[in-house]
């Protein structure tokens, strides 16, 4: 058995002193509505240590958004895992979960929970919540469609099970050497208020009643009603153990969260956490307007739909406006993916060739177009991982990205795509090359006008692409099916081997591969049985998954996985850009480095309870 005791700052328990709280939250305790602060909080409340300061109490946070989604609160606005990312964005830390053993060769996962933490209706939350979970929705298919994909990582499954109140088991088929790493990604969807859902689910509540109720709230199905009342995004009456709870939901122009009373974290001097009264987001038409208005002052700490491509006006408006800029590298990188399943049968062996694929990357000028489109605010990278991914090495940056339309052309002469009377080029059996590359409307800007741009490098080598665009889900069901040669949207690059969606086929997600991911996650039910070429790469992300104690082996695995992705060229990766965060002058403990990346829950892993307003200055 091994055991982990991670002791560390964020962990610490505050011990031997009064505590603290809001002046909102003492005048409801003068008032009989809520327990005194010393009631609230668990016996040893995690100790978080600020950024820079010790904070103040009070303020709204004001954010801009263009969708409800993009609000976050069951994730990056709302972060709180068994396990979590440390700082730094690398290292596994206790969360919910004080402390963990590793059993039977790596087969369990036991996870102690801390005690007394409580939702934000007071009620305890416990192992319980964690099997309702589990039981209630990971397993019910009139719940939830489908087993979540990260309780069966490369054909992994694990189960859960509870010992006792406050002791959580995850039971692996085969040793699971990433589990920790997947928890501090996942690890905040595991568990539900069971004492609240239960009255919306049939195993608790009469079935036939609870079917009328959900038809008279507007579902077919009593699942789907289940499913709207556990959305932390929609219904303000959901408990939660987050910082921050929805008060006022979409789809109201402006939706509010205030601080939750139960939170379970203090800082250093014995103040309950948050220090921010209250979230807000303001609903606007267009990421345009997002950025307009961020000019002017109206954000606290904005970084969803700011445009990159805007730095400069945002530097010469700063001033103006009261806030700083930050910038910092992003682990994503603005990417094409390349359909190895593509229904055009006339297309599909052009796709499929290596050849073909190097052609459409070095026929692409990145520093001239990141000079274009981003003034300069960017890196020519292949994007294969990110520089903060523990497998990148930097070769894989530069590989197949350098400019080279000479050599572009040759390539495609090779696979008889050859010009025509010296114009465009022609498919091998004479018919005309024209393809539509899709682009997903990412909240991250620039995407449709890169695109654009990048065809035109296309065409000085004689390939005919058009450029088009859809509504978001349409645009995803379209590449889930297939249904797309070309798909654009960000990749993630940073922690991939817990979400390998952008770097094996393991679902339909998996852009570049979609009907091989079917296979994958369906067990051969649905889709195509991956080729050779892929199967490997799965076979060795499956080794890694088991190997546990040695990480050297998995280091080795998982550079084999990125060196396949840097020669075969699967994704045509434009840049890693700069990202930018709109800070206003009064917004504190907000590091001077942040990591942008969906993986660590950018800001959560840096603990949005510790931030602060400071009106003074």
Known sequence: MWTWIIICILAATARGQPYNEAPMLAAQVQAGELPPVHERLPPEPVVVDPVDSIGKYGGTWRMLTVHWDAMQMHGAMGYEPLVRWDRSGRKVVPGLAKRWDVLDGGRTYRFHLRQGIRWSDGHPFTSDDFVFWYENMALDREVYPFMPIFLNRGGNTISLSAPDKYTVDLHCERPHGLLLEILAFRGHYFFLPKHYLMQFHARYTDRDELQKRAEAAGYSVWGDYFMEMRNYNKNPEMPTIRAFKLKHPPPAPRVVAERNPYYWKVDPEGNQLPYIDTIAHTFVQNDKIVNLKAMTGAVDMQVPYIDPTNYTLFMENRQKGGYRVLVDPSPMTYCMFVNANSKDLHMRPILRDKRFRIALSIAIDRPELIEFMFSGLAEPVRGVASHYDPYHEPWMDKKWADHDPQKAERLLDE??????????????????????????????????????????YWKTVGLDFVVKTAARDVSILQSRNGNTNFWCNNRKGMHWAVQPLHHLPVHSASAFAPLYGRYFATRGKSGIAPSPEYQQMLDWYTELIETVGDPGRKMDLGRRILAQWAEQCYTIDIARTMKLAIVSNRFRNMPDQVIHSFQVMSPGYIGIEQFYLDDED
């Open 415 to 456: 696979i008889e795509l050859r010009r025509h009377d010296g114009g465009m080029r022609r498919m091998p059996d004479g018919g005309r090359f024209r393809q539509i590359v899709d682009v997903y409307p990412s909240p991250e800007g620039a995407m449709l006008e890169l695109w654009q741009l990048v065809v035109d």
